[in-house]
Antibody, heavy 116, light 105 residues
Framework: QEQLVESGGGLVKPGGSLTLSCAASGFTFSDYYMSWIRQAPGKGLEWVSY????????YYADSVKGRFTISRDNAKNSLYLQMNSLRAEDTAVYFCARDPGYMDVWGNGTTVTVSS | DIQMTQSPSSLSASVGDRVTITCRAS??????LNWYQQKPGKAPKLLIYGASRLHSGVPSRFSGSGSGTDFTLTISGLQPEDFATYYC???????FGPGTKVEIK
């Protein structure tokens, strides 16, 4: 069955870096746009970034532009989010999702906490 | 960027009630309008895509409608498992609405 599993979350100090991974299985990964979405504690959903199947098209939310980098390795069926210059307001559960215009497959999320 | 608003922000309803949630976009050039259900501590689940298309496996009591800037999600006959938060979302660029929490009356 189609599945996404995030990993790489943790506790990091302000200004630090972290890389999240999302392992895909059960579908042809390279055929799909993929997105990262986050949810701060007690808050709503915020789209972070997406990447086309080939990796040639990438967009970021203004809140992370210049600090976060999305990438993918289709040979490894994996999606990544490199997060630099982390701030307290980046604290959230980060979800990856398959996104052909609607997010039909979601991972369970990985928690990122930015705190000194 | 397109902004999404939802109303109400929360509502109380009873099992069996018909519930309607409204989503409004700040611009008319929506590519996809989608609806999600999220329960506490869980990932969101897709309910409706393309404004009115029921995602596979979603009960038929959920329906979506609308066009232009105004969209609705209707739950016809609320069930105990439907108490959750509902989000609308438009795609490319992606924006979520602030959510509507459906609580038990």
């Amino acid at each position: 069955q189609e599945q996404l599993v995030e990993s790489g979350g943790g506790l990091v100090k302000p200004g630090g870096s972290l890389t999240l991974s999302c392992a895909a299985s059960g579908f042809t990964f390279s055929d799909y746009y993929m997105s990262w979405i986050r949810q701060a504690p007690g808050k709503g959903l915020e789209w972070v970034s997406y990447i086309s199947g080939s990796g040639g098209t990438i967009y970021y939310a203004d809140s992370v532009k210049g600090r976060f980098t999305i990438s993918r390795d289709n040979a490894k069926n994996s999606l990544y989010l490199q997060m630099n210059s982390l701030r307290a307001e980046d604290t959230a559960v980060y979800f990856c999702a398959r996104d052909p215009g609607y997010m039909d497959v979601w991972g369970n999320g990985t928690t990122v906490t930015v705190s000194s | 960027d397109i902004q999404m608003t939802q109303s109400p922000s929360s509502l109380s309803a009873s099992v069996g009630d018909r519930v309607t949630i409204t989503c409004r976009a700040s611009q008319t050039n929506i590519r996809y309008l989608n609806w999600y259900q999220q329960k506490p501590g869980k990932a969101p689940k897709l309910l409706i895509y393309g404004a009115s298309r029921l995602h596979s496996g979603v009960p038929s009591r959920f329906s979506g409608s609308g066009s232009g800037t105004d969209f609705t999600l209707t739950i016809s006959g609320l069930q105990p498992e439907d108490f959750a938060t509902y989000y609308c979302q438009q795609s490319f660029p992606t924006t979520f609405g602030p959510g509507t929490k459906v609580e038990i009356k």
